[in-house]
T-cell receptor
Framework: EAGVVQSPRYKIIEKKQPVAFWCNPI?????LYWYLQNLGQGPELLIR????????DSQLPKDRFSAERLKGVDSTLKIQPAELGDSAVYLC?????????????FGEGSRLTVL | GQNIDQPTEMTATEGAIVQINCTYQ??????LFWYQQHAGEAPTFLSY????GLEEKGRFSSFLSRSKGYSYLLLKELQMKDSASYLC?????????????FGTGTLLAVQP
């Protein structure tokens, strides 16, 4: 079974440029998350989807960040314009509602460097 | 408020036993997870505790005390490949499904 797939793995851009990250969750997982992870820190939740609905986006900086999950499957996270402080790893994860542990399955992440 | 504390770094010797502690204060509690994360890789699930007590899975065990807001991850017979960051995460009440809050992680270095 395929895991959570993210692309691109690495992205280098100059500040003020836009960038987008794509995530394909595990088949059948209705909950999808975007986390941000800075070096030496734990993941921080940006947004959580239940199917196509964003149920928790309180930590998403909405002035520059946006996300969508059309048809309740794949998701895209966009930053426009990017700032130097946005350099981090953006992790996508998915989980199955109703499962006993309900653990999150993470993708390998998209590492963003803003110059 | 929400707060999860764990040591920043630990060092242990190959073949030994190490215990990584985690204390938490959250507005709600619906389970505690431990994840392992090797450098440059995705976090992977290790263990889950929702009731008090010890859960054992091979060389890894995890303990939970809800009244104390405390958990630990015990790694036995350490191997070099166990060198990684170990993340403690608490599932908070925030609706019908998961809202995981992560600690900053404990970087474990296993030495020969």
């Amino acid at each position: 079974e395929a895991g959570v797939v993210q692309s691109p793995r690495y992205k280098i851009i100059e500040k003020k440029q836009p960038v987008a990250f794509w995530c394909n969750p595990i088949s059948g997982h209705n909950t999808l998350y975007w986390y941000l992870q800075n070096l030496g820190q734990g993941p921080e939740l940006l947004i959580r989807y239940e199917n196509e609905e964003a149920v928790d986006d309180s930590q998403l900086p909405k002035d520059r960040f946006s996300a969508e999950r059309l048809k309740g499957v794949d998701s895209t996270l966009k930053i426009q314009p990017a700032e130097l402080g946005d350099s981090a790893v953006y992790l996508c994860a998915s989980s199955l509602a109703g499962a006993y542990t309900g653990e999150l399955f993470f993708g390998e992440g998209s590492r963003l460097t803003v110059l | 408020g929400q707060n999860i504390d764990q040591p920043t770094e630990m060092t242990a010797t190959e073949g030994a036993i190490v215990q990584i502690n985690c204390t938490y204060q959250t507005s709600g509690f619906n389970g505690l997870f431990w994840y392992q994360q090797h450098a440059g890789e995705a976090p992977t699930f290790l263990s889950y505790n929702v009731l008090d007590g010890l859960e054992e899975k091979g060389r890894f065990s995890s303990f939970l005390s809800r009244s104390k807001g405390y958990s630990y991850l015990l790694l036995k017979e350490l191997q070099m490949k166990d060198s990684a960051s170990y993340l403690c995460a608490v599932r908070d009440y925030g609706g019908a499904t998961n809202k995981l809050i992560f600690g900053t992680g404990t970087l474990l270095a296993v030495q020969p």
